[in-house]
């Protein structure tokens, strides 16, 4: 395949809260509990590097542009050939934490170029009180932006979360990824989610059930580096 026949890649955001974010310890999610030792990796179509690379609404959106100006074979931002931006957090915290940089930083892309698809990816663990008023936040601003929340819901059930991601008990975890797909389609905020292959099955219907638009199949891949 010569160069100008391949696909074009997607532009990965990694958001930072500093400079010095990677020798700082982030504290891990898995399950809800006020302690845990463990955090579930983003499920993803693509190996992800962890190393953060935008802290500010003016990185986001000079990292975007130079994606798209570097993907010469193909017009990036105007069409369906265009495999989008998937912004992620070393902290999993997009919605809380990241809002107005996220905000921000889609606003100034779309206004250089109209129709650049976003998947904003999370576990979407956290309790309602964490991610209610970001998700009304991003809702409000969503209109045309073309943004899209992809979740990894793993399994259909906590025994199958649990597994898939790696965790002692999935229950607590589970009730909240679950509720934050309830929440985000009551704002109708679009939603995707991914799912393991060996649970694909009914893992989908589920998905559907709770407003997912699609649902992909992902193999674990690590995406969330973890700090000692």
Sequence with gaps: ???????????????????????????????G???????????LPFPASAQPNVYTA??????????YESEAHFVGGMGESDPGVYVLSTDDDLLRQHGPLLRDGMARVHAARHGVPFYLCT??????????????????SNNNHNTTIQ???????????????????????????????????ELRIPTEVAVVPEYAKSA????????????????PVPSIPEHS
């Design 151 to 185: 979740v990894s819901l793993y399994g259909s059930n906590p025994a199958e979360y649990a597994r898939a991601a790696g965790i002692a008990d999935g229950r607590r975890a589970f009730a909240q990824v679950c509720a934050f797909l309830v929440a985000c389609q």
């Design 33 to 43: 509990t006020s302690s845990p030792t463990q955090r579930p990796p983003l499920l």
């Design 1 to 31: 395949m010569s160069p100008d026949q391949r696909p074009p890649k997607p532009c990965l955001l990694w958001l930072g809260t500093s400079a010095n974010e990677q020798d700082s310890p982030v504290p891990s999610r898995n399950d």
């Design 123 to 140: 576990t979407g663990l956290g309790n309602d009180t964490d991610w209610s008023v970001p998700l009304e936040a991003l809702a409000h």
């Design 58 to 67: 003016d990185d986001f959106y000079q990292t975007v542009q130079a994606h």
């Design 204 to 219: 989908r219907e589920l998905a559907l059930t709770l407003g997912a638009q699609q649902v992909h199949v992902y193999e």
